[in-house]
């Protein structure tokens, strides 16, 4: 036998439906249209603006290519960065460096040849820039560094320029310290020792600019590449062709200093091929770039007349760097790549406060190869 609700069942079941139907609206007026999403997509089409969400979240896929972001449409933009302190995640604590990394873009530099003549050399620069971010802020926009950095990089480039650009991004982002590092390869055409064929020699520079406190520092990196040829080992073979007639030859390897100082004469330019003609005074070893027999014999006795430890370049680099007016605090990091040894042989030398560390990179070392 077939039994069916009766009417009074209906009539109660729907009434039970209306009066859920009426939680649900009123729930949905107040949520947002993402809570209304999560629970259910359907319940939107039960709103009374349903035709502003009756898609959510099944939106459109096509890209509207006429749309126009207005000023007022951008208002209501969420900006979780720029959100109240509640949106802090772990510790509550102030954040010295926050920012961005190796964006690049095409800088002009004066060089020391061309300054007279108003000439530039356009280098690719890696730039990086952080700002300090304050213990009771959630974050910043990352984007407000480049577009900062982007209105004066039409300009040739020196420490006022990058000090002009790092104002403008931290007076933007209200924060009290900042820092620009730029990273390029500088070019120097150099002749060869004897044959007299010449070619291009890249330098690994960073120019830094630091403000911390109020104090502006101003850096400069150089990654300096030399030969050098173990002085004990030049000894040793040495001995062995006076007292045993024996053919020895002494082992060299190349070698890289990072040389940073810190640029205080703002009267007097210290150029990048200055500090580069600094090194090769205190070095003379520098790797070549061409080459004929002639040449690699000279660069023989070259490395002979000059044998170094890692502990004579630190200290050669040293002196030349300590006599020089511009320069104030100053790092040397040596690392001669033993062909003798499965390890390298590194030295490091700090002048000042502005380089002095207790820990160093636990990688720094290995970041000290030249990759041609």
């Not at 680099?317 to 300590?322: H, V």
């Not at 590194?346 to 290995?366: H, N, R």
Request: charged letters at 25%.
């Amino acid at each position: 036998m077939n039994m069916y609700p009766s009417d009074l069942e209906t009539s109660s079941e729907r009434a039970k439906a209306e009066a859920a139907l009426a939680v649900l609206r009123d729930w949905a007026t107040r949520a947002t249209p993402t809570e209304v999403a999560e629970l259910d997509p359907a319940i939107s089409r039960l709103l009374p603006e349903a035709d502003d969400f009756a898609n959510y979240p099944a939106l459109r896929r096509a890209y509207p290519e006429d749309f126009e972001a207005s000023e007022a449409y951008r208002d209501t933009l969420p900006d979780l960065q720029n959100g109240p302190e509640s949106l802090i995640k772990g510790a509550k604590r102030q954040i010295q460096h926050v920012g961005i990394s190796n964006f690049r873009l095409p800088i002009r530099f004066h060089t020391r040849d061309s300054h007279d003549a108003g000439g530039d050399l356009t280098l690719e620069t890696s730039v990086t820039g952080t700002v300090s971010l304050d213990a009771e802020k959630k974050g910043i926009n990352m984007s407000r560094i480049m577009r900062s950095f982007y209105k004066h990089s039409e300009r040739t480039f020196s420490f006022d320029v990058i000090q002009a650009a790092l104002r403008d991004y931290k007076a933007d982002l209200n924060s009290f310290d900042a820092r620009i590092q730029m990273r390029f390869s500088f070019p120097v055409k150099r002749a060869s020792l004897r044959s007299g064929l010449s070619g291009y020699q890249y330098y690994d520079i960073a120019l830094e600019l630091v403000e911390t406190k109020g104090k502006i520092t101003e850096i400069m990196h150089l990654d300096y590449v030399y030969s050098s040829t173990c002085p004990c080992s030049l000894e040793l073979s040495e001995h062995a062709r006076r007292t045993r007639h024996q053919l020895a030859t002494p082992h060299s390897q190349r070698s890289v200093a990072r040389i940073s100082v810190e640029v205080r004469d703002q009267t007097d330019t210290l150029w990048f091929e200055d500090l580069i003609d600094l090194c090769r005074a205190a070095v003379p070893t520098e790797t070549q770039v061409m080459v004929k027999r002639e040449d690699e014999q000279a660069f023989a006795e070259l490395n002979a007349a000059n044998p170094i430890f890692v502990e004579d370049a630190a200290r050669l680099f040293a002196q030349n760097l300590e006599h020089d007016h511009r320069i104030g605090d100053f790092r040397i990091i040596a690392s001669h790549q033993e062909s003798l040894h499965s390890h390298d042989a590194v030295s490091v030398l700090t002048e000042g406060d502005t380089f002095a560390a207790q820990s160093i990179d636990p990688k720094l070392f290995a970041t000290l190869f030249h990759v041609g």
